[in-house]
DNA sequence: TCTGGGGTCCTAGGACCC
DNA sequence: TCTGGGGTCCTAGGACCC
């Protein structure tokens, strides 16, 4: 058996745990410069604000019911999260974290399911402010969708019969299966396939033709049978990507030089921190997606290194090379994309003949950078390129204090 | 004015091998 | 008139996830 463990409204109730002025309020969380919708409490979705809503479009509804809104703070979502897969993780051995709020149990040769989901709901809560739902299930994906309906109940749901499955599935909206997106979906539902019950009962063929391997594993594990094992040690990264709208767009070259230095130094953090190195950086301009079609342009270009690295010179060297050969004029770009393929384990890497390779020097420097920042925050030291005003960084208009990352925004409690 | 960021997996088709 | 059979590797594109 399978649990799915996963945090309801979850970077809404990690702004209510340091704010609990805002419980049993409406509150949302804004994507990344305060563009869109990404986290609702369950009395902000009462009052009608969609997942994803632009929040330049509801205004209205925010003065109307006077609803709370945070921008996106991912340092302190990421810290709370680990205090949950902590508690999490001593209720078994089996765990995949799935993502930043959900997380996969393995609960073989356990009784009283449902006793012991109760449990580690009320341990999460008690241990970390933050309240979680729990689904039990023979397969990860009917843990799903025991964990999706048991929202609607006291937040714990364990389905093992057969009969209780098939309950579960009757009124199940098709589109809501994990590994039904929008395509699918909008295809099984001009077919008249509206519930997770009809979309089970389709012949096998069907699904395999239209749905590929993937929709047929999710098919079976409908039908109890387990195809998805549980991921309880992670893949190797296969890429790592760097990317993020500006607060403003812009035609500018010197900007953009800034922001795809800055980005490059970001990725070289992250691939220092895993212990990678990439051998192929890619870059990618874009323009506003949203803009007339005449102003739309992604040119991209991809470059193998000689040599695989993850020091920032060597990064920012290459990701600026890659950014004059297609750098546009006249366009409005909106984002830059540094993207990092190709990654070995550091210690992995070859040392090439044809190479004059003087990079030595550069890992060390990089190694001072990591420290200096560690030790007096992000962002102390940095690339001379990156700027120093910085005009295009995002917009967050609403950021909480760091709670948990900054010793001057600590919780002072009387 | 304003519309997120970071990933995974699968398939088809082309280039290449013997 | 007719033009093999088996592979691997890579890339682009499309689907999905949170």
Same mark, same amino acid.
């Given at each position: 058996?399978?649990?799915l ?11 209510? %745990? ?110 970390? +402010? ?5 689904g039990i299930a023979?397969t990860k994906v009917l843990a799903k969708v025991a964990n999706r309906t048991s ?6 749901m364990?389905l093992?019969?057969?009969?209780q499955i098939?309950?579960a599935l009757?009124?199940y909206p098709?589109?809501d299966l994990w ?8 295809? !099984?539902?001009?077919? +008249?396939?509206?519930?997770a ?24 594990e409908l ?15 296969? +890429? ?39 051998? $192929? ?34 990064? $920012?060297?290459?990701? !600026? ?46 190694? $001072? %950078? ?17 700027? %120093? ?26």
């Amino acid at each position: 058996m399978f649990a799915l463990a996963d945090c309801n409204n979850f970077y809404a109730s990690c702004h209510r %745990l340091f704010e609990p002025k805002y419980n049993g309020l409406p509150v949302v969380v804004l994507s990344n410069n305060d563009g869109c919708v990404i986290a609702r409490s369950n009395e902000a979705k009462a009052c009608g604000i969609k997942m994803g809503a632009p929040f330049f479009k509801i205004q209205e509804a925010i003065k109307e019911h006077n609803i709370a809104v945070f921008s996106s703070h991912y340092t302190l979502y990421g810290d709370i999260s680990a205090r949950v897969m902590t508690n999490l993780a001593r209720f078994t051995p089996e765990v995949e974290v799935y993502s930043i709020d959900e997380c996969f149990l393995g609960l073989s040769g356990l009784e009283k399911l449902a006793d012991y989901g109760t449990a580690i709901k009320e341990t999460v809560m008690n241990n970390t +402010g933050i309240p979680i739902s729990v689904g039990i299930a023979p397969t990860k994906v009917l843990a799903k969708v025991a964990n999706r309906t048991s929202k609607k109940f006291n937040g714990v749901m364990v389905l093992e019969t057969a009969a209780q499955i098939a309950d579960a599935l009757a009124d199940y909206p098709v589109e809501d299966l994990w590994g039904i997106g929008r395509q699918f979906s909008h295809k !099984l539902i001009k077919g +008249g396939i509206e519930t997770a019950a009809q979309f089970r009962n389709l012949p096998m063929d069907w699904v395999q033709s239209n749905m590929t391997v993937v929709g047929l594993r999710m098919w079976r594990e409908l039908w109890g049978e387990s195809c998805i094992p549980l991921k309880t040690i992670l893949d190797p990264k296969k +890429g790592m990507c760097t990317s993020r709208a500006f607060g403003k767009l812009t035609t500018d070259y010197n900007q953009l030089k800034e922001a795809t230095s800055s980005y490059a130094a970001r990725l070289g953090v992250k691939l220092r921190r895993e212990r990678l190195c990439a051998g $192929v950086i890619s870059v990618r301009l874009l323009t506003n997606k949203f803009g007339p079609e005449a102003s739309q342009a992604y040119p991209a270009i991809t470059i193998p290194l000689e040599h695989p690295v993850n020091n920032t010179v060597d990064l $920012v060297r290459v990701a !600026l090379q890659g950014l004059k050969k297609i750098y546009l004029r006249g366009y409005l770009f909106q984002k830059v994309e540094v993207t990092a393929t190709g990654l070995i384990p550091e210690q992995e890497v070859q040392l090439n003949i044809f190479s004059d390779f003087k990079g030595v020097k550069h890992d060390k420097v990089s190694k $001072v %950078l990591d420290r200096l920042n560690m030790h007096y925050g992000a962002g102390t030291l940095k690339m001379a390129g990156e700027g %120093l005003k910085q005009q295009w960084t995002m917009k967050r208009q609403f950021l909480s204090p760091c709670y948990t990352t900054n010793w001057n925004d600590i919780i002072k409690v009387r």
